[in-house]
């Protein structure tokens, strides 16, 4: 009895060490996307925790909301639209992104099957996540391409891509931005694609990860265990589909197993990289883009936004070699 006794007192303390010596993080992200694997699959498959960390994931479905919660420093590192982190920067706040986990915009217009072409769209509503997002950013781009002027549509804010996806089955929108895996399921409900923009190969920082400069500077130990985990479950996430897919239904609550298939080739075998690398080109476009709506832009510089630091230790580290050998 005692020495049962004894033996749960030493759990008690080894687990009691465990949770003290953990560094909590918190991550906020912006959108129910594919873009977001590698923080779901590093969350579910315990790489923060295996890092030492204890890790909030927290969804705060607006890119510049999720900025200003950066900046008052309520997360620790935020995946939001690059656009989002560089107009923060540009107004004063003190942050700097350290990676991207898409570097492309990844969108297609989908609507009301008898819309049967882009021109139909023309005095249409059109949903979008919010105003200044990707989803906008995409829409005007989109629009732009086909030579329709955004006085000939609606844009409207639906908050998130599923409510967008239910803005289309109630009819209060004719069309919407989506990605996968709400894509698919749309394409699933009979609605027709209009518009493929991720053909378009437009190369955008779609998300950034954001974190203070401050942060960056006072705890370097937390990024460099946060970017360890998320390559680990990148790699996770490439060599074990049904893990993944798993994890993809959870958080998108997507049960279709086509649609999560779709979704796991879609974004590990043609978007997510080993390690979230930065597209200089894509920086460049979100500023020549943000430009319409923050004038000083213009006189600034992709790389000034930017932290390297980590991203260059971890390809120093080895890591990625000993994961991909």
Known sequence: MRRAALTVLFLTFLFSSYCYAAERIRIG???ISGSYIGLWVAHDAGFFAKEGLDDQIILIPSGSQLAQVVVAGEVDIAALNGSSAMAAALQGADIKIIGNTTNKLI???YARPEIKGVEDLKGKKIGVTRFGSATDISARFALTKFNIQQKDVTILQM?????IMSGLQAGSIDAGLVSPPTL?????L???EVVNITDMNLAFPNPSLVAQAGILRTKPRLIES?????VR???RAKTDR??????VARYTKIEDAVVLRKAYDFYLGKVLEPAPYINMEGMQNALDDLVRTVPAAKNNKPAQFINFQFLDNLEKSGLLKELYR
Not at 159 to 163: C, E, L, P, V
Not at 184 to 188: G, I, L, S
Not at 242 to 247: A, G, I, L, Y
């Open 190 to 192: 009979g609605f027709k």
């Open 233 to 235: 479950a990148i790699h």
């Open 29 to 31: 992200y912006s959108s």
């Open 107 to 109: 969108f297609s217009i």
């Open 159 to 163: 908050g998130a891509m599923t409510s």
């Open 184 to 188: 698919f399921a749309v394409d699933r």
């Open 226 to 230: 946060f970017m360890r985990a998320y």
């Open 242 to 247: 049904e893990f993944t897919m798993k994890s």
